[in-house]
């Protein structure tokens, strides 16, 4: 990323984060009660409020994200929307006065429940899923490890691991690799490994096919 980067303000205890090494917030983003990896980018204008996000993982310019867990080595790109607010339609009226009264002059804000059941419909995204532009996943939705969400898409329904997403709908487009590799990868879980096994890797990750880097890395019978 890009940018200058205020890794302390977002930190301020006030606003209930914690954060890991070599984490980098840019000035503009609002980041608050979340917790974050090390080595996670945060780019421009982004907005996280009560998430959890992994080593490595990145959010490019202009998202916006509400109670979500989100896996290590994502790739998240601009304007996505992740666990996107809900209104209270079963309600008289779903303006949100009813939960944001004091900015309408009205009472203190006190609904609780109401910010309970957004928080109920929690978003999980696995590992090494990548997010394309303006993608939409909507609340209370999973998205398996090495997933893709195609840009522009919204997704209303759980993604299954190493499958490829797209439209509005998304719908699955293809699978990212056949399952018996998926299942390798998801034995193999290299994005657990520590830096120093990453560093070591790092040429297998470059230039091996993927069934060849599974024969190196995976543990001996």
Not at 122 to 127: A, D, L, P, Q, W
Not at 189 to 201: G, I, N, Q, V
């Amino acid at each position: 990323m890009t940018g200058s980067t205020d890794t302390a303000k977002a930190a301020s205890p006030e606003d209930g984060n914690v954060l890991g090494f070599d984490t980098h917030i840019h000035a503009t983003a609002v980041v608050t009660r979340s917790t974050l990896g090390s080595y996670v980018d945060i780019g421009e204008r982004v907005l996280l409020d009560e998430v959890e996000m992994g080593d490595f993982s990145y959010f490019d310019r202009d998202a916006m994200v509400n109670y979500a867990t989100i896996g290590k080595f994502c790739s998240i790109a601009a304007s996505t929307r992740i666990n996107p607010g809900n209104h209270p339609m079963w309600r008289a009226t779903q303006h949100h006065f009813t939960y944001r009264a004091r900015r309408y002059g009205m009472a203190e804000d006190d609904d609780s429940a109401f910010f309970q059941w957004r928080r109920d419909h929690h978003v999980t995204i696995g590992h090494d899923v990548w997010i394309g532009h303006g993608a939409v996943v909507l609340a209370g939705v999973s998205v398996g490890t090495g997933a893709i969400i195609a840009a522009g898409a919204v997704v209303s329904k759980p993604v299954e691991p190493y499958t490829i997403v797209a439209g509005v709908p998304a719908k699955p487009i293809k699978r990212r690799f056949p399952e018996a590799i998926a299942d390798r990868l998801m034995a193999l879980a290299w994005w657990d490994w520590p830096h120093a096994r990453l560093r070591e890797a790092l040429l297998d990750f470059r230039s091996l096919d993927i069934v060849a880097f599974l024969d190196k890395h995976e543990p001996s019978a």
